[in-house]
């Protein structure tokens, strides 16, 4: 019998003041500023789709 493992790998989450000061996006810092919400946290993925959707042209 062969038992399958399934394992689940939680992304880590950040407030808008952690992204703001964050090295990865310093340049983004302005941008970022206007698009996140204070009461909200974010995954690295998120942050990055809402920088390219912007840049596109595309804001929720």
């Known amino acids: ?3 399958k ?3 689940t ?3 880590s989450r950040f407030t808008k003041s952690q992204l703001v000061s ?8 302005d941008l970022l500023n206007a698009l996140l919400q204070e009461d ?6 998120e942050v990055e ?3 390219t ?3 596109k042209g595309k804001v929720d």
């Open 1 to 3: 019998m062969t038992t």
């Open 5 to 7: 493992m399934t394992e």
């Open 9 to 11: 790998i939680a992304e």
């Open 22 to 29: 964050s090295k990865r996006f310093h340049t983004e810092s």
């Open 40 to 45: 909200k946290t974010y995954t690295m993925n």
């Open 49 to 51: 789709k809402k920088i």
């Open 53 to 55: 959707d912007f840049k």
